[in-house]
């Protein structure tokens, strides 16, 4: 299998070589050459357990005569990734709620649903790394607004060869996610809060990337989801609930399923596109926005325009106005010459049309909806109310556009569940209207209340020590990333 660039289809790189630089020379995105040799063995899959299915999809996707060629090497990244990772034996296990079933992607280490992915993205990296005989260490530089930070700092924590810096807006975030980082014990990890906002910190972390002049030994890399090995890992479990739903009786082999799915950077509902491609029968994948709502828009009128207010909302991972892995969409309908033009339309005027033909074929597939705050916790409390059910605001938010798009269908839906209540345990409680004193009384007082249980990832967090305690100016950042690596 090799990997072409979203802007250029004479680009191509092997799929170890594309995990490496993350990102194209041209500033494109990596995508899988064909889908055509990689189908999925569906007759299989009821007999699979989640991490064959993992396996499975990683071999398909990204071959084995580059990454993966010794016997069993496949197999112990998975095993590394996931054994002992989450609660319970199962990575994304399914809850029927009323006619639908919820999708939980988040019994994780950090409880979201991105430490399915990275976990698994640095055993692709340390495997990308052996097979290019890549000897620099490689630094990976994040800056976060929550959740990829800490997902990401558990990934990496004490894994060979590479480190991680992340950097997150002091005021920016609860106070259970900053305290999910700062008491991270990895010995390659370190965490610096900036004195500013979101933009600030992801500004800061692009121009070090652009401008730095780093030592011989040294590579910065990302943990974005524009890298192709985060993607990958994600397909997996589009194609583990459909196993599941066989299994239990709810569909017939070939019937189709749904997918909503909360989004901000399009990469997780991209991934069911990707399963699609592979052959899982999928219905409708309907992309759930909140009050950032340029993707419900663009479904709609097949107009992309990042010219319009930012939100901050309660479902802040998906408070995004460019979702990058839209662009891997657009090369596959419209093809690698319309996706680089419209690119650059949207960097030139922050925004781009598609033809009524793309369009039209877009909308064969995906369908769009978003919801504000206030209904966001409507849906919340009136689900607990009415099946016992606790979900987080992201999570309402897409169980919110189900209700408004699918909840007739005739397919059976699957909700995708991205992060855990208690993750998100102040918003919850305004939500079920009950009061709390601050972020971390909230967890004690959600359980009091719900009885639902503490993931053990965030049981007892507020007694967690912190180790790291670094603060700068933006315009340190540079600076602060100098010094660190000179220590290493
Ligand atoms: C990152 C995140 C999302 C959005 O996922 P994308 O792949 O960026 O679309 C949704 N919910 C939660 C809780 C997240 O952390």
């Excluded at 700062?182 to 933009?199: L, M, Q």
């Excluded at 409390?381 to 209700?403: P, Q």
């Excluded at 993750?423 to 209207?433: D, E, I, T, Y």
Aim: glycine share 8%.
């Amino acid at each position: 299998m090799q990997y072409f660039s979203t802007r250029n289809q004479n680009i191509t790189k092997k799929p170890s070589e594309a995990i490496l630089q993350g990102i194209a020379d041209d500033g494109g995105l990596y995508m899988p050459e064909s889908f055509e040799g990689a189908k999925f063995p569906m007759e299989a899959l009821t007999k699979m357990t989640p991490k064959e299915i993992s396996e499975a999809v990683l071999s398909l996707l990204f071959g084995r005569d580059d990454m993966f060629r010794e016997e069993g090497s496949l197999e112990k990244a998975v095993s590394l990734a996931y054994d002992g990772k989450f609660d319970g034996e199962d990575y994304a296990p399914l809850s029927k709620v009323g006619n639908a079933h919820v999708m939980e992607l988040y019994h994780g280490p950090t409880c979201a649903f991105k430490d399915v992915a990275l976990q698994l993205l640095p055993r692709l990296l340390a495997e990308a790394k052996k097979v290019n005989e890549v000897k620099e260490k490689i630094v990976i530089l994040t800056a976060t607004s929550g959740d990829t930070g800490s997902a990401a700092l558990s990934g990496f924590s004490d894994v060979d060869g590479v480190s991680i810096i992340v950097f997150y807006p002091k005021n920016g975030i609860s106070a259970v996610q900053e305290r999910q980082m700062t008491s991270c014990k990895g010995k390659n990890t370190c965490v610096c809060a900036i004195e500013g906002n979101f933009d600030d910190a992801q500004s800061g972390v692009k121009a070090i990337f652009n401008t730095m002049e780093v030592p011989e030994n040294i590579r910065l890399s990302s943990a974005n989801s524009i890298n192709i090995g985060r993607l990958a890992p994600q397909v997996a479990y589009y194609f583990k609930a459909y196993g599941d739903l066989l299994k239990t009786g709810e569909i017939a082999f070939g019937d189709k399923v749904n997918f909503v799915v909360p989004t901000g950077n399009f990469g997780d509902i991209l991934a069911g596109y990707f399963a699609m491609q592979m052959g899982l029968p999928v219905g409708k994948l309907v992309c759930a926005s909140n009050q950032n709502s340029v993707l419900y828009d663009f479904f709609v009128t097949g107009c992309y325009d990042k010219n319009r207010d930012f939100h901050v909302t309660k479902s802040p991972s998906m408070d995004i106005l460019i979702s990058s892995n839209l662009e891997r969409l657009l090369a596959l309908v419209c093809g690698t010459e319309a996706c680089a033009k419209y690119m650059k339309e949207l960097k030139e005027t922050g925004k781009y049309t598609l033809t009524k033909e793309e369009l039209a074929a877009v909308r064969k597939v995906f369908d769009a909806g978003y919801t504000d705050d206030k209904t966001t916790f409507e849906t919340i409390k009136r689900v607990y109310d009415e099946h016992g059910y606790l979900m987080d605001t992201h999570t309402a938010v897409a169980w919110s556009v189900y209700e408004k798009t699918l909840a007739d269908d005739e397919n059976k839906t699957v909700v995708l569940s991205t992060a855990s209540a208690y993750k998100f345990a102040s918003s919850v409680m305004n939500a079920l209207g009950a009061s709390y004193d601050d972020d971390f009384d909230a967890l004690d007082k959600l359980y009091a209340l719900t009885g639902a249980k503490i993931p053990t990832a965030l049981d007892g967090i507020r007694e967690k020590e912190i180790v790291h305690q670094n603060t700068v100016q933006k315009n340190d950042m540079p600076a602060f990333v100098l010094n660190h690596i000179g220590k290493e």
